[in-house]
């Protein structure tokens, strides 16, 4: 753990997303409360659309092993490859937490820029924010065993693209407004309370994405011991 947290403090790739995920909120908030001066917990919403990062660099932390034949290395180093899969997604979990408590703070001073900042609109602010942030930390998991899985760092990533912006729309269309609210980034969406989010509730929407990092966790877990050179 203390490996990946070396690593994740000393190449740039999380900077620079961490940096574009405040431009993002920053953006996206701003031309919110633009258009809506009151809706303080619409503008909060942006938080949760920045999962991407989080859920980017999760792939990266196991593909990318792969992509610069280090994964020999670390196997080595530490032979319970099982280990090392969890050690990852413990980190990046907390990681896309703190990506989104990053970005709750960000929308919050972009509020209180615009002069939206009141006691009584910000206290449908606070789940919001705390949606977005279990959404980040959420959408990180997946994409360690999204990574682990795939192996291929530029497939995953391409294939989490797609899915975000094409597969689940053309999938919620075949099998329906009910059965679509349980994917993934509706899921998300239910759960940063975006605004054209339907269908479920918070707590469930939290349980739904627990339960597909779950899923891909377990099932990376057991492709771990498939030889990795």
Same mark, same amino acid.
């Given at each position: 753990m203390?490996?990946e947290?070396?690593?994740?403090?000393?190449?740039?790739t999380?900077?620079?997303?961490?940096?574009?995920?405040v =431009?993002?909120?920053?953006l996206g908030?701003?031309?919110r409360l633009?258009?809506h001066?009151?809706?303080? $917990?619409?503008a909060a919403?942006?938080?949760?659309?920045?999962?991407? #990062?989080?859920?980017?660099l999760?792939?990266?932390?196991?593909?990318g092993e792969y992509?610069?034949?280090?994964?020999a290395d670390?196997?080595?180093?530490t032979?319970?490859?099982?280990r090392?899969?969890l050690d990852?997604l413990?980190?990046?979990?907390?990681?896309? $937490?703190? #990506?989104?408590?990053a970005a709750?703070?960000t929308?919050l001073?972009?509020i209180a =820029?615009?002069?939206s900042?009141?006691s009584s609109?910000l206290?449908?602010?606070w789940?919001t924010l705390?949606?977005?942030?279990?959404?980040?930390?959420?959408?990180a =998991?997946i994409?360690?065993?999204?990574g682990?899985l795939?192996r291929?760092?530029i497939a995953?990533v391409?294939g989490?693209? $797609?899915?975000?912006?094409?597969?689940?729309?053309v999938? =919620?269309?075949?099998i329906?407004?009910?059965?679509?609210?349980?994917?993934? #980034?509706? $899921?998300?969406?239910?759960?940063?309370r975006l605004?054209?989010?339907?269908g479920?509730?918070q707590w469930?929407?939290?349980?739904v994405?627990a339960?597909?990092?779950?899923? #891909?966790t377990?099932?990376a877990?057991a492709?771990q011991r498939r030889?990795?050179?």
């Amino acid at each position: 753990m203390r490996s990946e947290l070396r690593k994740l403090a000393t190449v740039r790739t999380p900077w620079l997303l961490l940096a574009a995920t405040v =431009a993002l909120v920053v953006l996206g908030a701003s031309g919110r409360l633009s258009g809506h001066p009151d809706d303080v $917990a619409g503008a909060a919403a942006h938080v949760g659309l920045v999962a991407l #990062f989080p859920l980017i660099l999760g792939v990266i932390a196991v593909a990318g092993e792969y992509r610069h034949r280090t994964v020999a290395d670390t196997y080595l180093s530490t032979p319970r490859r099982e280990r090392v899969l969890l050690d990852k997604l413990a980190v990046h979990t907390l990681l896309g $937490a703190g #990506f989104g408590v990053a970005a709750s703070l960000t929308a919050l001073a972009t509020i209180a =820029a615009w002069g939206s900042w009141t006691s009584s609109t910000l206290d449908d602010v606070w789940p919001t924010l705390a949606g977005d942030v279990g959404w980040n930390a959420a959408f990180a =998991a997946i994409g360690v065993g999204l990574g682990a899985l795939v192996r291929n760092q530029i497939a995953a990533v391409a294939g989490a693209l $797609a899915w975000l912006a094409l597969i689940e729309g053309v999938a =919620a269309e075949l099998i329906g407004t009910d059965a679509a609210r349980w994917l993934p #980034f509706r $899921a998300g969406s239910a759960l940063g309370r975006l605004p054209a989010a339907t269908g479920l509730d918070q707590w469930t929407a939290a349980a739904v994405l627990a339960g597909y990092a779950a899923a #891909f966790t377990i099932a990376a877990v057991a492709a771990q011991r498939r030889d990795p050179m």
